[in-house]
């Protein structure tokens, strides 16, 4: 029997993929630990959005940590850190994010000292596999995989490629598999959901009603999507987000606060539409939670260009800011643009945002104080403390442990930036 350690990194999809792989695997009589030190092989499904440099940190880290243990690299994997990867671990096995279906294979090879690398891009459907979920309120689904835009930072169109959309029948039959199993959560989850359907006749709002019409007591939280696509079909976006269902959370990346600057990255939308959809967001559902990303320090932003990044966070008072410092990645656009920006003035603005998110995300949370509602208990934390979710996605942070899953009502006694505290009411609700 051999037992086998998945170590995720990155976004949700990153997470879904390892979960299918672990699914893989257990029905293929392997048995996957929730520990390194125990495990024979250690499966490494590493991130790259931002660079490299993290990932072979952390495969160094593992490497010197269990120098006798086979691995295997999973992911977003780059052309340029192949090598690297391979002086450092000459038996190392890799496997592309594409190839996920084929991990039994890999692990197969790997033990028996016949490393592969299964690198090739193709079309993998990630929906309707078996899984292993370490919790099991929360269900990913992948609703589709690569995009139709061309940021030019963006490297993970480099290794997702074109837009590929799953069956909206399939999504909706892999997600009534979750509900039977116990989930209370679906995460909806693509490189950007705002462009979901556009290669198979159909979009994002109507898959979010199709979705919400589901039978069963559940929450549905949206991932990440380009304000280039929502501003299109806004109204119909708003009106899927008003369903009980819905989870009021919208992750919508500006970039930047400053319309040259947003050109340059080839967004495809301005500052003022970026806003625009925020205020009729806020108009519908006034307690919505906004998060959204912005890179600092992108080839050529002046101080000024920077400044307008920071009216623009004081005008949106987003709850959850993403603060990235640019990293130029190989065979982007941006890669090759001139008048590059110091790395000591990119780690000035990461903190001159950071300051200026902290105090406004903790105004914005003080108007949850003594807020009293249901929340569904999602995360078991390791101070003896459990999370639950509002109808805002807000984390409520509870003494004690509760069930996954349960639903709790609460009255929110404390407040922090990036967390509320609550007590607990009544101690379940159906």
């Known amino acids: 029997m051999t037992n086998i350690f998945v170590k995720t990194f990155g976004c949700s999809a990153n997470f879904s993929d390892s979960e299918i792989m672990q699914g893989l695997l257990k029905e293929a009589d392997f048995t996957i630990v929730d520990k390194e030190g125990s495990a024979d092989l250690i499966i490494l499904n590493v991130c790259t959005v931002k660079g490299e440099s993290a990932a072979l940190k952390e495969i160094r880290k593992t490497h010197e940590t269990h120098p006798f243990k086979k691995i295997i690299i999973a992911g977003c994997i780059t052309q340029e850190m192949i090598p690297e990867v391979r002086d450092m671990l000459p038996d190392v096995s890799f496997i592309s994010t594409h190839n996920i279906k084929e991990i039994v294979q890999v692990v197969e090879e790997t033990l028996h000292d016949n490393p592969v690398s299964i690198l090739a891009k193709k079309n993998c459907k990630k929906i309707l596999l078996p899984r292993c979920k370490k919790n099991k309120t929360i269900g990913i689904v992948q609703i589709a995989s690569g995009c139709v835009s061309r940021c030019s930072y963006c490297s993970t169109k480099l290794i997702k490629g074109e837009l590929k959309s799953h069956d909206p029948k399939d999504i909706i039959e892999d997600i009534k598999n979750l509900l ?251």
């Open 180 to 430: 039977k199993e116990g989930c209370r959560e679906i995460w909806l989850t693509a490189q950007d959901t705002a462009c979901y359907g556009f290669d198979i006749d159909t979009d994002l709002p109507e898959l979010l009603k199709k979705v919400c019409d589901i039978d069963g007591n559940f929450r549905v939280r949206l991932g990440m999507g380009n304000p280039k696509h929502f501003k299109n079909y806004i109204d119909r976006l708003v009106a899927a987000f008003k369903h009980p269902k819905m989870f009021k959370f919208l992750h919508i990346p500006v970039q930047s606060g400053n319309d040259q600057i947003l050109n340059a990255m080839n967004r495809g939308y301005s500052v003022e539409e970026f806003e625009d959809i925020i205020t009729k967001f806020r108009r519908e559902i006034p307690d919505i939670t906004i998060s959204t990303d912005i890179i600092a320090g992108f080839p050529g932003e002046s101080n000024e260009q920077f400044n307008d990044s920071l009216k623009m966070v004081k005008k949106i008072r987003p709850s959850i800011l993403n603060i990235s410092r640019f990293i130029p990645r190989e065979n982007t656009k941006a890669f090759d643009m001139t008048e590059h920006i110091h790395g000591g003035k990119k780690k000035e603005r990461s903190r001159k945002l950071t300051s200026l998110h902290e105090w406004l995300a903790l105004e914005e949370n003080r108007k949850w104080k003594n807020w009293e509602g249901p929340v569904l208990i999602d995360e078991h934390n390791k101070d003896s403390t459990c999370t639950g979710r509002n109808f805002a996605y807000k984390p409520v942070v509870i003494k004690g442990i509760l069930p996954l899953g349960d639903r709790v009502m609460v009255k929110i006694t404390n407040i922090a930036a990036h967390y509320l505290v609550g007590e607990v009411m009544i101690d379940r609700l159906r």
